[in-house]
């Protein structure tokens, strides 16, 4: 189509301003007023306090490894900990509420969309008889059809600022998820060692009633041949029940551990029980080592305050849009008119275009007051993120210390053990001899279960603090595995 010079003028100018409003509304879509979001910063140390004996992390040591309870060889743990995952009601529900930020995140997101929607109508009315309208009257009809559109353009990126809050708190609803799930299965863990310790501790139980019925026998027959005193036997039996109802206690204690897995598990105790095996049957645990900056990227919890952080400062930028004007664009468009059949026709059709602008231009000081309080929830979130990393440092450091104390601890127990196996053996056979008394027997006989049980409890120790640290040290976790902000919002 050809055009005169005045309206080839008159079309570029038209497209010149054309050309400018969207330049002007790319440029503020760009816009978000508020902070820009940077980790705050915590000191970290060089080298744990207690890692004598490890090595300085390599490269290596940073990629994920398979399933952390796998170091401790034993099937029966690893088939529970497959379960906790799957079904563990306090994962389910930390997965639950990780669900229910991705929907909040998604449905505000879709502000950055115009909303439209529809409108029908139909009526129809009579009047009556009159004399400028003999006879019955007039009846007419009147239909409409109207399509309605809105939309605030978020010139300020206050809903840009909302989407980042709501993904932020998101990623820290997914690390929680995480975090969940290590404390599930390090509860787990935790119980079923405590659960092997008290297996161990009624075979060690179980073998010293044995010992001591054969005790008692043999006072018996001292007894019976004049060489043994009456209180002897007495003091044998007295041994003899005391170790029995020691031995049914901990079979209370083992019952109570069963319970606890099976709950983990999300099942009735009725429904679940854990067979009895002749050892412990689990390995003791090398830990790799790691560097303490490593616990920023591999401590769920630590993710999650992180997270938070930055979903509050995002809050700042959110209250600060407050200080601007909002706008907004809507239209209509449609038909309207009688009859139905000839609705859709040009004469019957309208439509309405508009925008608005608002703004406060007095409000005492609420806004300013209501954006420094989303400074210092930053600040809280801040200062709750440092915290949550000087306790992961901490919970490091008290498990390193626990592991080199307890493995002293466990050599020198050993030792007192083997003594205090020759001491009661020696006793009794002096006993038999005549050389001694009976009490000098039981005294040896209460050193030496006294220190298998503790031996025995040093091991539980050592393998409680090994599942411990490796929960410190987040247990193979990355923050690699957070969701990204378009995973977040995706269908």
Aim: one cysteine or more.
């Amino acid at each position: 189509m050809d055009l005169t010079p005045r309206h080839s003028t008159k079309a570029r100018r038209g497209a010149a301003r054309l050309a400018h409003g969207a330049a002007f509304l790319l440029l503020a879509a760009g816009c978000a007023v508020g902070p820009d979001y940077k980790r705050p910063e915590v000191a970290m140390p060089a080298a744990f306090k207690e890692d004598a004996g490890w090595k300085t992390a390599a490269p290596s040591d940073r990629t994920r490894r398979g399933p952390w309870w796998e170091v401790f060889s034993d099937p029966v743990l690893n088939d529970l900990e497959a379960q906790v995952e799957a079904s563990n009601l306090t994962i389910v529900q930390a997965v639950d509420n990780y669900e229910e930020a991705r929907q909040i995140a998604r449905s505000d997101r879709t502000g950055y969309l115009p909303t439209i929607g529809a409108l029908g109508s139909a009526q129809r009315s009579k009047v009556p008889a009159s004399e400028s309208l003999p006879g019955r009257g007039l009846t007419s009809s009147t239909y409409a059809a109207e399509l309605q559109a809105s939309w605030e353009p978020d010139f300020w990126g206050k809903l840009r600022r909302t989407v980042e809050a709501d993904v932020a708190t998101a990623q820290s609803d997914a690390a929680n998820v995480a975090s969940a799930r290590l404390s599930m299965q390090g509860t787990l863990a935790q119980d079923y060692v405590a659960l092997r310790a008290a297996d161990d501790e009624i075979r060690l139980l179980e073998n010293a009633v044995e010992a001591y019925r054969r005790t008692v026998s043999i006072t018996k027959n001292k007894y019976a041949v004049g060489v043994a005193a009456r209180s002897d036997i007495i003091t044998a039996q007295t041994q003899l029940d005391s170790t029995r109802a020691q031995l049914i206690g901990v079979g209370v204690q083992r019952a109570q551990f069963e319970h606890a897995i099976a709950v983990l598990l999300g099942k009735a105790p009725a429904d679940f029980s854990i067979a009895r095996r002749p050892a412990m049957g689990i390995t003791m645990p090398q830990v790799p080592a790691q560097m303490p900056s490593s616990l920023l990227e591999r401590r769920p919890d630590v993710a999650s305050a992180e997270r938070l952080a930055a979903a509050a400062n995002a809050k700042v930028g959110i209250q600060t849009a407050a200080y601007y004007p909002t706008f907004s664009i809507s239209g209509a468009a449609g038909y309207e008119g009688s009859p139905l059949n000839q609705l859709i026709t040009t004469p019957f059709k309208f439509w309405t275009l508009g925008a608005q602008a608002t703004d406060t231009l007095l409000d005492w000081g609420q806004r300013h007051d209501v954006v420094l309080s989303a400074r210092a929830a930053y600040e809280a979130a801040a200062a709750n993120y440092r915290q949550t990393v000087l306790t992961a440092l901490q919970q490091v450091e008290d498990n390193l210390a626990g592991l080199r104390i307890l493995n002293s601890e466990a050599g020198v127990e050993q030792d007192a053990v083997n003594e205090a196996v020759q001491a009661a053996q020696i006793a009794l056979n002096e006993y038999n001899a005549g050389t001694v008394d009976f009490t000098t027997v039981v005294a040896a006989q209460v050193t030496e279960l006294t220190n298998r049980e503790t031996a025995l409890g040093i091991v539980s120790s050592q393998l409680t603090s090994s599942v411990a640290l490796i929960q410190a040290l987040g247990g193979g976790w990355t923050s690699a595995e957070l969701p990204s902000p378009a995973k977040v919002v995706a269908h």
